[in-house]
Structures are given as structure tokens and as C-alpha cells.
């Protein structure tokens, strides 16, 4: 039983990164219809930036608490993700908003590559480790073990995610948010100004993006220029595993996503006698989110979207 | 995704051929001068070096090339004569970004550039796949690297390696778990990857005819960076060791996270554990972690610490394979110089033949173009470096 609590709280953790990652990625599908590749990038650009600042400081040895390090770096990390956010939009998908589906698709794709070839030039090929600035204190529960940090990710993660709902279903900015991904024309008659909404959810979900890179990094201890792509990919199909376009649904999706990984990846060997080992684990997570394609093509939460007539 | 990676990887060639045509142009433009100078006494020497130079191995890959680089440097330097002239050599360089059907597009590549030798590929996943296209076109390779064991057995006259192969180092690194660090219960985990799956094969083989129990077999990927879900099922099993075959970007986390879950068993590796980023990867929780590395340290290598100094000079700190790329290198150098000629068919045979004092030890080839007597040494982390255990002969 210990190992199975243990199983569900390393996919909780795993799960809270992946849903932070996968709300950038249903917001801006909401609005817009778009698949933002670039998306998984930010999230490493989010890790470098403040990587770089926390390097920097451990390293100048200036009398600061570790946690205060790291929150220095995630101050710095939100601004930079969320400009360069705001300028993928402008540069390579407003300009394109009208064109057919696929081509705001390609730039997607380009902006990702060149994101990842720019980090490659600045930081550099090698693994950059992620100083030791953040003491590791381990808990028990039932026989299993959490750390601080662990706790400290699942957390923040919660709170950020709270903070968003309250954002799109309490505010002023939110309630333009939802009537631009109901009819963007139609939100537009009613004096919502499209183009600061739309740059408004690229912003905010790069925002989040920055956090979660800022949680990998720590968590696993090293950043690199590739760590997007997985990272993307995985939150992708969280998204699409809640329904993509749904807040709730890309939530839900990551932290299932997470522990399905988990527990398939601890319990595949003993279940099937070794004949599946481990090295299923992204089989059997991408099954489950086969089978709940086939049976909700929509994603768990996502509603049958009529189409606009 | 499905439709992004033929995109990347279409990207991908279509940038290598943009380079391949830009060296080539600044070869034309090299050429008149060069011919001026030695007064067209000069013969140009092409010689290929692959290694992944982008992706998560891009550091390695990059020390690799530094490595064979600067012999040729160094062979320029001499003024080595081949038949009557001086030879020119030049590398050119491809990035294989650790993908086997990449690494046979550059090797292809390279054929069709007219290569006279190979120094690579870094991985073994890419070399044996390459080492058919070089066998092929009568191309001797030579890996700095590859230790995976199909690579020599596969009959290629062609195939060459410096490095011990997974056969001696598995062995070696089974049995010293189960006898030197005293291990009963063994859990094995492998990256899937050519050399790690080898590796641990060959470790799973030796420990249990030293007497151990291998108590679980777990498998990650070389790009997975969360290995909690097959810690915590080794953790239920109880094992005094964990053996990890694959390379530092996951061993460093892995390490991290059996400190997150409270796992105390010891943890030993092969030599893609055994690097300077492993330590700074892993910090505070890499102490005590025991690897090998096949043949013997730079600090005891026969020329060492010369190497070291000329090498730091040049690009900095060694990552892992320079040295072996350097001696790579200077083999086949070697093998020209004896026989006289840079023709892939006349030098072969004098390659099969070489012996001499590298900086890593004697080279010398078997039957298989194995290198002989494959020593693996055995570091552990002390104080943040790796400390020497022993060098053990299998």
C-alpha cells in the first residue's frame, strides 16, 4: 500500500508540472483555435532565464535564502516568458490569424525550433545543473516519502491553477477571454478589443510556463535546451486527454496523465509477469488517452463544440 | 507531433547540406592558395568525424571532435609525407544527433564526399548501423566510443574501436558488484539504448554467476528525466545495489530522486555515469556513487597529462571520449604513415597492424578490431570528484 501511495504521489507531482504546462496550451486553443508548438519552448526559456539568475546569485554569494533565490529567479523568468509570449503572437500568429488552419501550425513549429537552436546558442549543448541552493527535506506519510519541494510544486501549481479559474470566471478580463473563444467577431461588436485579449492569453499562459520550467529545473535538477519538446509533448496530450479548450479539463488531464504514467510505469512488470517492462510507460499512458479519444472524442471534460455557423 | 518529425528531420539535412556545400566552397577558395604555398606538393587528406552535435549528447559529441582534431592539427603540424606528398588533413565533421537513421544519412554523406577514414560515431546506436555503409565502400571507421558488442562481431574489416567494448566492461563491472562492493540483491535498469541494454546484459550475466540475485530489471529512455515510478517498484524489492546502464543525464537525476524517495541502495554505472557533468548535475547527492570507466584515467594514461594540458589549451575542460578520439585519430595517422599512402585499401591492412603508445595506452587491434587488453577502472564520488578505486584487468 505504501508503494502505491508512493506511485500516486510521484504522479501528482509529475501531473501538477504537465497540467500547468497544459492550461498555455487550452487557453490558447480556446481563443483561437491554434496549437501553439512554441508553447513546450517557453517553458524552457522559463527554466534558463532563471537558472541563469540563480547561478548567478549562489554563485556571487550574496546572503540570501535559498528560497529567496529561487523566487528571484521565477520573478525574473515570469517578465522575460511572458514578453517573449507576447511577441511570438504578434510576430508569427496575429499576422497569420486569418490565413487557413495549417499555416499558423507551421510557424508554430518554426518558433519552437528556433527557440530551441537560440537557448542552444546562448546556455550552450551541455546539461546547466541547477545549483544547490534549496535544502531537501524528506516527510513521511503512510511509508511513503514527499520532500519540500515536492510539496512546494504540487502546491504552487494548485495555486496558480485556482488563481487562473478565478481570473477567466471572475473578472472583467476574463469574462472578454470567454466571449472571444465563444465568437471572437461577435465579442468584437461589443467593444471587447481582440487583439489585447488574445495577447492577454498568450501572456498569462506563458507566465505559467515560466513557473513549471522553473519547477522542472529544480525538481530534477538541471535544465537544457531540449527539455521542452517532452515536456511540451506530454502536456499537449494532457490537454487533449481533458478536452482541449477546457481550463478543468487540462488541469485534470495533467495530473491523471501524470499518475497513469506512474502507476503504469511501477506496477506494468509485476501485472503482465515481465512481459511488458517499464519501458511502457508512454505506451500505456498514451493508450489511455487512445481510449478515452475513442470513447469522448472531445477529452473527459471537453463539451461537443457545434460548429460556427 | 506525428507530422513534426520528419519536418525536424528534413530541416535537419537540409541544413546539413547547406553546410557540406559551404565547406566545400571554402575548400575551392583554400585550394589555389594552398597549392601556391607547397608549391602543389600537397595532398588533401579528408577525413570524417561523427558524433551527435546537437541534442542532449551535443557536449559529448563535441569533445569527441575536439579530440580527433586536434591530432589532425598536430599531423599537419608534423608535416607528415604520404607517397612523395605532404599531407593536408581535414575533418569533416557531421552531426548524427545520436539517431541511427541519421547516423547512416551522414555516413552516406561522407562516402559520397570521398572520406579516407572515419573517427566515430559516438554512440553505438549509430555506429553499427554506419559501420555497414563504411564496410560497404571499403572506409575504415575507427569509434572513439561505441563499446556495444555487435559492432566488431559483425565480420567488417573496416570496423575498428579503441575503447573497451561492453563485454570486457560488463563483466568486470558484474562481478566487482557482487564480490568488491559485496552486493546480494541487484536491481538493473537500462536506457533501451544500444549501449546501455548491452551493458546491462552483460552486468545481469556477471553478477549472477559471482553469486548475486538480480532482484528487479526496470528500462527508462535516454531522454526520460522522472525515474520516481521505477525507484519506488525497486524500492519494494529491497536491493543493495542498483546498476544503471545509459549515460549522465539520467543517471544525475536518477541518483537525486533515490534520494527523494529514501532509497539507500548503492548505485553504480558504466562510463556514461562517469563524467565531470554527472557531478555537477547530482551535487551533494552523487557522493558515494561508484562508476567505471573503460581503460584507464587521463591522470594515469601513458601520456595524460600532456594531453590534458594541450587539450584545456585549446577547448577547455575534457568531457569523456577526447582522449580516445585523440588516439583514434593518431591510429589511423599511424596506419598511413606506415604504409605510405592515404588509400583507404592500401592503409587498412597496416591499421589491423598498428601498435603504439597512445595517450590512453598501448593500441594495438585484435582479429575483431577490438582494442587489446581492455582495462576498466572503477571511480567512486568523493567530495565532489571522481576518486580512483582501482584498475581492474578482466
Known amino acids: 500500500m505504501d508503494i502505491f501511495l508512493q506511485q500516486v504521489i510521484n504522479g501528482l507531482v509529475l501531473g501538477s508540472v504537465y497540467a500547468l504546462v497544459a492550461l498555455g496550451y487550452t487557453m490558447v486553443y480556446g481563443i483561437l483555435e491554434l496549437i501553439n508548438f512554441a508553447h513546450g519552448e517557453i517553458t524552457m526559456v522559463g527554466a534558463m532565464v532563471s537558472l541563469a539568475v540563480v547561478s548567478a546569485l549562489a554563485g556571487s554569494g550574496v546572503d540570501m535564502p535559498g528560497v ?32 487557413p488552419r495549417l499555416a499558423p501550425l507551421i510557424t508554430a513549429i518554426g518558433i519552437s525550433i528556433v527557440l530551441q537552436n537560440a537557448a542552444m546558442l546562448i546556455w550552450g549543448r551541455q546539461y546547466i545543473p541547477f545549483p544547490p541552493v534549496l535544502q531537501i527535506t524528506r516527510y ?64 498569462i499562459g ?14 530534477y535538477g538541471l535544465a537544457h535546451y531540449y527539455m521542452g519538446f517532452m515536456l511540451g509533448l506530454k502536456a499537449f496530450s494532457a490537454a487533449v486527454l481533458g478536452g482541449i479548450g477546457n481550463l478543468t479539463g487540462a488541469m485534470l488531464g495533467g495530473l491523471l496523465l501524470g499518475v497513469i504514467e506512474s502507476l503504469g510505469a511501477g506496477y506494468i512488470g509485476d501485472l503482465t509477469g515481465g512481459f511488458l517492462g517499464s519501458h511502457y510507460q508512454d505506451v500505456f499512458a498514451f493508450f489511455v488517452l487512445i481510449l478515452v479519444l475513442v470513447f469522448r472524442p472531445s477529452g473527459l471534460l471537453g463539451e461537443r463544440v457545434v460548429d460556427r455557423a | 507531433m506525428k507530422q513534426i518529425r520528419p519536418l ?20 575551392t577558395e583554400a585550394a589555389p592558395g594552398a597549392g601556391g604555398a607547397a608549391a602543389g606538393a600537397e595532398e588533401l587528406v579528408k577525413i570524417g568525424s561523427v558524433a551527435p552535435l546537437t541534442g542532449p549528447q551535443a557536449s559529448l559529441g563535441k569533445d569527441n571532435e575536439n579530440g580527433a582534431q586536434l591530432a589532425f592539427d598536430e599531423a599537419n603540424a608534423q608535416g607528415i609525407m604520404l607517397g612523395g606528398k605532404k599531407a593536408k588533413f581535414e575533418i569533416i565533421s557531421e552531426d548524427d544527433q545520436a539517431d541511427p537513421r541519421t547516423g547512416t544519412v551522414v555516413a552516406q554523406k561522407l562516402v559520397d564526399s570521398k572520406v579516407k577514414g572515419v573517427i566515430g560515431h559516438l554512440n553505438s546506436g549509430t555506429t553499427i548501423p554506419a559501420s555497414k555503409i563504411y564496410a560497404d565502400n571499403n572506409i575504415p571507421q575507427i569509434s572513439p566510443s561505441a563499446t556495444a558488442i555487435p559492432y566488431t562481431a559483425q565480420g567488417y574489416k573496416t570496423a575498428f574501436r579503441v575503447m573497451t567494448n561492453d563485454e570486457q566492461q560488463g563483466a568486470v563491472l558484474g562481478n566487482y558488484a557482487a564480490t568488491a562492493l559485496g552486493a546480494k540483491k541487484i536491481a538493473i535498469i537500462d536506457d533501451r539504448s544500444a549501449y546501455g541494454q548491452g551493458l546491462a546484459d552483460q552486468v545481469a550475466t556477471a553478477a549472477k554467476a559471482a553469486g548475486a540475485d538480480v532482484v528487479a530489471r526496470e528500462y527508462t529512455s535516454d531522454k526520460a528525466t522522472d525515474f520516481t515510478a521505477i525507484l519506488t517498484s525497486i524500492k519494494s524489492k529491497k536491493p543493495d545495489l542498483i546498476f544503471f546502464g545509459g549515460m549522465f543525464p539520467q543517471g544525475a537525476p536518477m541518483v537525486k530522486q533515490m534520494k527523494g524517495l529514501g532509497l539507500k541502495a548503492k548505485f553504480l554505472g558504466g562510463d556514461g555515469v ?9 551535487g551533494t547527492d552523487g557522493e558515494g556513487v561508484i562508476a567505471s570507466s573503460p581503460g584507464v584515467p587521463v591522470s594515469s594514461m601513458p601520456g595524460g597529462q600532456d594531453f590534458v594540458t594541450k587539450y584545456t589549451a585549446k577547448y577547455g575542460e575534457i568531457q569523456l571520449y577526447a582522449p580516445y578520439a585523440y588516439d583514434a585519430a593518431w591510429a589511423m595517422i599511424n596506419a598511413m604513415k606506415a604504409a605510405n599512402s592515404s588509400d583507404p585499401a592500401v592503409y587498412m591492412p597496416e591499421l589491423a597492424k598498428v601498435n603504439f603508445t597512445g595517450v590512453t595506452g598501448q593500441i594495438s587491434f585484435d582479429a575483431k578490431g577490438d582494442v587489446q587488453g581492455g582495462a576498466v577502472t572503477m571511480y567512486q564520488v568523493k567530495d565532489g570528484k571522481w576518486q580512483v578505486l582501482e584498475t581492474v584487468k578482466k
Do not use: W
Open chain 2, 8 to 27: 525536424i528531420i528534413a530541416l535537419g539535412c537540409a541544413l546539413a547540406l547547406g553546410c557540406g556545400k559551404k565547406e566545400e566552397a571554402a575548400k
Open chain 1, 206 to 219: 506563458s507566465g505559467l510556463a515560466a513557473i513549471a520550467g522553473v519547477m522542472v529545473s529544480a525538481y
Open chain 1, 140 to 203: 513521511d506519510i503512510g511509508g511513503a516519502t514527499i520532500t519540500n519541494l515536492q510539496i512546494a510544486i504540487i502546491v504552487l501549481s494548485a495555486c496558480a491553477m485556482i488563481g487562473l479559474v478565478f481570473l477567466v470566471n471572475k473578472t472583467r478580463l476574463g469574462r472578454a477571454m470567454r466571449a472571444t473563444a465563444q465568437s471572437p467577431q461577435v465579442a468584437g461588436l461589443m467593444g471587447v478589443n481582440i487583439n489585447s485579449i488574445i495577447s492577454a492569453t498568450f501572456v
Open chain 1, 68 to 99: 529567496m533565490i529561487v523566487l528571484t529567479g521565477v520573478l525574473t523568468a515570469i517578465p522575460v516568458c511572458m514578453g517573449l509570449g507576447y511577441s511570438i503572437e504578434r510576430v508569427a500568429y496575429r499576422p497569420l490569424r486569418h490565413a
Open chain 2, 274 to 282: 562517469q563524467t565531470a557533468d554527472f557531478l555537477s548535475i547530482a
